[in-house]
């Protein structure tokens, strides 16, 4: 199994070069970046499993890189910063880090927090995998993992399109999945011969779906955009 993937951000080179040399002893894999913008672009392009940030970088604060990327993740972050007084740490913790390491720390503490870090990790994922095997929403249950979906108890006989179809909107319910995003991900292409076929098959699992066609409670329609999934209570 492979270590996770860190993100160091650091633009001292001493700190930066031990925690590197840290990481590596211990074989975890690593990414660098030295200042804010670059730790943005590393953490969009690359997905850590762990970023370890300094809050003194040399073009914006440590806090606004936090803010930036908890805009799109939850990705752990914990901050290794020179600034020990409360209030300091209380502005990364309530930006949304996860820890805050002070320096000068010992190679062991940091060793230490990144396995709580990932003992947590591991913890959600498998918490995560356990609640997003099975759907439900109002009287529609999918088992992922079983292959099979059920409407008030009742097993639903859908094709294999119309079972992907109806993946693919309740992994996303409550937004609207363009023509395009949903024909790629059913055939791999977006061409306008798909798009009359998305139609077809987007009515034959309504009418499986509904009771009510003509008043849809789980599959809205975006005319000229798409379908979406709605939340049913």
């Known amino acids: 199994m492979n270590k996770p ?3 160091v951000v650091e633009d ?5 070069n031990l925690m590197i040399t840290t990481l590596k002893t211990n074989e975890y894999r690593y990414l660098v970046a030295t200042n804010g913008e670059s730790a943005i672009l590393e953490a969009s392009s690359h997905n850590p499993d762990i970023v370890l940030l300094d809050l003194g970088l040399p073009d914006v604060d440590g806090v606004q890189v936090i803010e930036k990327i908890r805009t799109w993740s939850n990705m752990p972050i914990i901050v290794i910063s ?6 300091d740490k209380i502005e990364a913790l309530d930006a949304g880090a996860d820890d805050y390491l002070t320096k000068p720390f010992s190679v062991e503490e940091l060793l230490a927090r990144l396995r709580v870090t990932q003992r947590r990790l591991s913890f959600m994922t498998a918490e995560m995998l356990a609640a997003s095997s099975v759907f439900v929403n109002g009287k529609l249950r999918v088992d ?4 099979c979906a059920y409407m008030n108890g009742q097993e639903l006989h859908l094709t294999p399109i119309e079972y992907k179809l109806l993946c693919l909107l309740s992994k996303n319910v409550g937004k609207v999945l363009t023509h395009t995003f949903l024909t790629q991900n059913i055939w791999g292409r977006s061409w306008e011969n798909d798009i009359a076929s998305l139609r077809v098959f987007m009515a034959t699992l309504r009418k499986k779906l509904e009771t009510e066609p003509d008043s849809p409670q789980y599959i809205q329609t975006h005319i000229g955009v798409g379908y979406r999934m709605m939340k049913v209570e």
Request: hydrophobic share 45%; no cysteine.
């Open 5 to 7: 993937l860190i993100l």
């Open 12 to 16: 001292d080179a001493a700190v930066r």
């Open 82 to 87: 020179a600034r020990s007084e409360d209030n």
């Open 144 to 147: 992922y993992a079983g292959g």
